[in-house]
């Protein structure tokens, strides 16, 4: 009985380890000053280059979460040193929060300067 108690603490406590999906990263601050000398073009551009890169920020933290499950899957089932090699919440991480809030900022000069673009829902 103790031993499984022991087991299932240790899975959930690395399962705390595991990436968070992009989607629950919190967006850093990010000032507004940045984007308050472009004109509506040029925010619309800078829009677009977030955009593309969020995707892929995106996409890598989505990697390593998947590849932090999977690694949780191992080494709760079969060899719990691989549990030492998940990766977590790091870098990538910290490109989504950024790009999140880049991305606000930039919304917010477009309601300010009245430019119009529309921004999809996230």
């Known amino acids: 009985m103790l031993k ?7 899975a ?3 399962l705390a380890a595991c990436a968070t999906p992009p989607k629950d990263i919190a967006p850093a601050y990010v000032s ?6 472009l004109s509506c073009q040029q925010l ?16 890598k933290q989505e990697s390593n979460r998947g590849q932090d499950a999977a690694m949780t899957t191992v080494g709760v ?6 549990l030492f090699f998940m990766k977590g919440d790091g ?3 910290a490109e989504v929060a950024r790009l999140k809030g880049e991305m606000q ?3 917010q000069v ?8 529309v921004f999809a829902a996230s």
């Open 4 to 10: 499984n108690s022991v087991i299932a603490l240790g």
């Open 12 to 14: 959930v406590s690395m």
């Open 32 to 37: 507004t000053t940045l984007y308050e000398n």
């Open 44 to 59: 619309r551009n800078e829009a677009e280059g977030v955009s593309a890169r969020a995707a892929a920020a995106y996409g």
């Open 77 to 82: 089932v079969l060899f719990w040193p691989a």
């Open 91 to 93: 870098a990538d991480a």
């Open 105 to 107: 900022a930039i919304e």
């Open 110 to 117: 477009n309601r300010v300067k009245n430019c119009g673009i």
